[in-house]
């Protein structure tokens, strides 16, 4: 992106560079305070848009001035970025236990995936199920290549697979006790209507329940379970009253008294945008 500018007082000039995805509707900062008259943008790191603006603002230390792009450019689609976290290979089951499918999927475009655009699927038993979080019972026995298929709406393709094998036989399978939760990152997007998510906690080893407590070190962030025993959900939501615009973190810690040294934490982002008016159109007489 280059532009020209000149003051004249010959004082030293101040840019930031802004990024809209969105034909000028919004506005993401992708530079402050540089001098230069340019600056080398790699396509990657913004998203992609067919109707996309720059705009530069530039100051004095007293004054300022702006202006964008003469024209929309477009910005190529990104391919999403997905991987299996849990559960990790190798990896054995009873036919009669849970498996917990999860899966990091993020898309530079729009942030957290849907989970309609995220679907997982055996080998053998096909279509299993959607979103970053699935949690199964009774799979057919044998070895199962489970893929994560990952597709954004608009070319976007991705996909990780792992592999799980099904047993009837418990001396197959026999795993120690550990707590588990999951998603491992939370992002609650206000743009996107996401209002809330669930965390889901479990036991690895499920034919033992245990207890556990879960707390929020923000006040803004609420749980409407702060204990329980496994298998357990939690739903999460926030109170946006007290929040400003821009992003805003904190932190889920999941323990178990019965599993002691054994914690979890789960970060969680939620971004607050300001409120858009609307203007309905005037008839005149």
């Known amino acids: 992106v280059n532009w020209t500018a000149s003051d004249p007082d010959n004082d030293p000039l101040y840019f930031n560079v802004q990024y809209s995805e969105y034909n000028g509707q919004t506005w993401k900062i992708l530079a402050t305070n540089i001098t230069e008259t340019s600056i080398e943008i ?10 996309g603006l720059f705009r530069v603002w530039v100051s004095d230390g007293i004054y300022t001035a702006s202006d964008q792009s003469d024209a929309t450019v477009i910005v190529p689609n990104h391919i999403p970025e997905i991987e299996i976290i849990n559960p990790e290979e190798p990896a054995t089951f009873l036919n009669d236990q849970t498996l917990a499918l999860e899966a990091n999927a993020y898309d ?8 309609d655009q995220l679907q997982w699927v055996s080998n053998i038993d096909g279509v299993l199920g959607n979103g970053a979080f699935l949690s199964l019972t009774g799979l057919s026995l044998g070895t199962h290549i489970i893929t994560l298929q990952a ?3 608009d070319g976007g393709l991705a996909s990780d697979t792992v592999t799980v094998t099904i047993v009837d036989d418990p001396d197959l399978v026999r795993p120690d006790d550990g707590l588990q939760a999951g998603p491992s990152i939370v992002l609650l997007d206000q743009a996107l209507g996401t209002v809330g998510d669930t965390v889901s906690i479990y036991n690895q080893n499920v034919t033992n329940i245990v207890n556990w407590s879960a707390v929020s070190n923000e006040t803004w962030l609420q749980l409407d379970k702060t204990s329980g025993s496994t298998p357990g959900i939690i739903n999460i939501t926030y109170n946006d009253s007290s929040l400003e615009e821009g992003l805003h973190y904190a932190t889920i810690t999941v323990t178990s008294s019965d599993l002691p040294g054994q914690s979890i934490e789960i970060p969680v982002t939620v971004k607050i945008v300001p409120p858009r008016n609307i203007y309905l159109p005037m008839i005149q007489r």
């Open 42 to 51: 790699d396509a990657i790191n913004i998203p992609g848009s067919n109707e």
């Open 151 to 153: 597709d954004d709406g």
């Open 108 to 115: 530079i475009d729009t942030g957290s995936m849907p989970a």
